[in-house]
């Protein structure tokens, strides 16, 4: 199984933050690969340029500030395990955020490590950006 951990630091108060991150429409604003954003009630459909990835919510617990998903539909080829997760953590200065991702099979993991430090630098640019 593939494993990735990204993190950045961002100067905002860690609710704040959460805020953004998990509301689903305002993906496009940070994520640069994300068209167009929306939610069923259950899952996440981001579209892209290369077609919609639809993803199952798996936990949005505020009080831990924790998202996990899962990939259930749009990659290249079929998922045998996928598990997302966004954490926002108070830091001294603001907030520390952790987008972490595991794949099987292995041959999609460069396209998710890719597309987690894309997301994880999206995050620091629209953060740095609405101080």
């Known amino acids: 199984m593939a494993t990735f951990r990204f993190d950045t630091r961002v100067t ?12 689903v429409s305002r993906i496009p ?19 892209t340029s290369d077609g919609t990835l639809k993803s199952l919510v798996v936990t949005k ?10 990939f259930v539909e749009g990659m290249p080829q079929p998922i045998d395990f996928h598990l997302g997760a966004i954490d926002v953590l108070p830091d001294a ?8 991702q595991e ?10 490590e890719r597309a987690a430090g894309e997301g994880i630098a999206g995050i620091a640019r629209y953060f740095a950006a609405h101080v």
Request: aromatic letters at 12%; charged letters at 30%; glycine letters at 4%.
């Open 29 to 47: 604003e940070w994520f640069p690969a994300v068209r167009e954003a929306r939610f069923d009630g259950t899952h996440r459909h981001l579209t």
């Open 12 to 23: 905002q108060d860690p609710d704040r933050d959460w805020a953004v991150l998990t509301y």
């Open 93 to 100: 200065s603001g907030s520390r955020v952790i987008h972490s």
């Open 103 to 112: 794949i099987l099979p292995e041959a999609l993991a460069p396209i998710v």
């Open 61 to 70: 617990d505020d009080a831990l500030r924790r998202f996990q998903y899962r």
